[in-house]
């Protein structure tokens, strides 16, 4: 049962609600809060934020939960202000600092660092970090005292531009840096590696996620609203949710008539009336929607038939109402 007696998954709430997470709660603090509210366990995030970090959370309630997956590699967007002058265990302002005792780097030096990270490259995570070693954490194993043997992980970025610089105190100057990269990448270890670079030591101060994929900030909510739209009961979250389909603007689309919806809500493979739309590849997936242009599927295409992947309807039941539809 519900927290107010109703079911525990309110019927209609399928979508993505895009959050502007403040700082001090986890991304899961974040999740089970939205399911409190929503009064639905079928909430999933697209990527998580460290405690301290802030800004775009893209949550996925209902059916957009099994949609999740093709968010994971989408590329984000960052304001980082990185702090010269001193190191930190954790690579942030939460772990123990030590300062170099030297001067800073000017920012000339700062951007000629930042342009040698440009680009593809092989990344050492943070020792303060969630990954797995041996079903250890690798954090755990460093507040164990040990050193986690952590790989360096294929990332690339694309975009590390300094908008703003603060040398009051010469010996632990201030830049603020505008990040765009892959998915995957630690902006804890840019602060860490450009700090390195200059000759001294450099740890991340403070963090906002500025887009995630094709979610930003000037489309995020703040927990405040969602609380104030959730407060005579989940179905004043609606007006919040994008489509399920939102930020996947870059699959192409196939529409399906009646009958072909009702296959591909079997789970069958239909060779469309509508035809096929090309693809680069075997592994690029299209989405199939139905006449009023809500996705359907998430289809592969093979031997010239819509092969379904994601099913997002139920043959069985009627259409849930949209994202913002009353």
């Given at each position: 049962?519900?927290?107010?007696?109703?079911?525990?998954?309110?019927?209609?709430?399928?979508?993505?609600?895009?959050?502007?997470?403040?700082?001090?709660?986890?991304?899961?603090?974040?999740?089970?809060?939205?399911?409190?509210?929503?009064?639905?366990?079928?909430?999933?995030?697209?990527?998580?934020?460290?405690?301290?970090?802030?800004?775009?959370?893209?949550?996925?309630?209902?059916?957009?939960?099994?949609?999740?997956?093709?968010?994971?590699?989408?590329?984000?967007?960052?304001?980082?202000?990185?702090?010269?002058?001193?190191?930190?265990?954790?690579?942030?302002?939460?772990?123990?600092?030590?300062?170099?005792?030297?001067?800073?780097?000017?920012?000339?030096?700062?951007?000629?660092?930042?342009?040698?990270?440009?680009?593809?490259?092989?990344?050492?995570?943070?020792?303060?970090?969630?990954?797995?070693?041996?079903?250890?954490?690798?954090?755990?194993?460093?507040?164990?005292?040990?050193?986690?043997?952590?790989?360096?992980?294929?990332?690339?970025?694309?975009?590390?531009?300094?908008?703003?610089?603060?040398?009051?105190?010469?010996?632990?100057?201030?830049?603020?840096?505008?990040?765009?990269?892959?998915?995957?990448?630690?902006?804890?270890?840019?602060?860490?590696?450009?700090?390195?670079?200059?000759?001294?030591?450099?740890?991340?101060?403070a963090l906002i996620r500025t887009?995630?994929?094709?979610?930003?900030?000037?489309?995020?909510?703040?927990?405040?609203?969602?609380?104030?739209?959730?407060?005579?009961?989940?179905?004043?979250?609606?007006?919040?949710?994008?489509?399920?389909?939102?930020?996947?603007?870059?699959?192409?689309?196939?529409?399906?008539?009646?009958?072909?919806?009702?296959?591909?809500?079997?789970?069958?493979?239909?060779?469309?009336?509508?035809?096929?739309?090309?693809?680069?590849?075997?592994?690029?997936?299209?989405?199939?929607?139905?006449?009023?242009?809500?996705p359907v599927a998430v289809c592969?295409?093979?031997?010239?038939?819509?092969?379904?992947?994601?099913?997002?309807?139920?043959?069985?039941?009627?259409?849930?109402?949209?994202?913002?539809?009353?």
């Open positions: 049962m519900s927290p107010r007696g109703g079911r525990s998954d309110a019927p209609g709430l399928d979508g993505i609600l895009v959050v502007a997470k403040p700082a001090g709660p986890t991304s899961h603090d974040v999740v089970a809060l939205i399911r409190r509210l929503a009064e639905t366990r079928r909430v999933g995030h697209g990527g998580t934020l460290d405690p301290f970090a802030t800004g775009v959370l893209p949550l996925f309630l209902g059916r957009a939960t099994r949609l999740v997956e093709y968010h994971l590699g989408d590329r984000k967007a960052y304001r980082a202000t990185i702090c010269f002058g001193a190191g930190s265990t954790t690579d942030d302002l939460d772990g123990e600092l030590t300062p170099t005792g030297t001067p800073g780097p000017d920012r000339a030096a700062v951007e000629t660092a930042l342009a040698g990270l440009i680009g593809p490259s092989l990344q050492v995570p943070p020792a303060y970090s969630a990954i797995k070693l041996g079903g250890r954490r690798a954090y755990a194993i460093a507040r164990a005292g040990e050193t986690p043997e952590l790989k360096p992980r294929a990332i690339t970025i694309h975009r590390l531009d300094v908008v703003d610089w603060n040398a009051d105190d010469p010996d632990r100057p201030i830049a603020v840096v505008e990040v765009d990269c892959s998915a995957g990448t630690y902006v804890r270890s840019i602060a860490r590696d450009v700090g390195r670079a200059t000759g001294g030591a450099a740890y991340l101060g887009a995630s994929g094709g979610f930003s900030i000037a489309a995020a909510h703040s927990l405040e609203a969602i609380r104030a739209a959730a407060a005579d009961g989940p179905a004043g979250l609606r007006s919040l949710l994008l489509p399920i389909d939102a930020g996947l603007e870059r699959l192409a689309r196939v529409a399906l008539g009646e009958s072909e919806v009702a296959a591909v809500g079997r789970g069958q493979f239909v060779r469309p009336v509508a035809g096929l739309p090309s693809v680069g590849s075997p592994d690029e997936r299209v989405i199939a929607v139905d006449g009023n242009g809500r592969a295409i093979r031997e010239g038939r819509l092969a379904p992947d994601k099913v997002l309807v139920d043959a069985s039941l009627p259409a849930p109402v949209a994202a913002g539809e009353a």
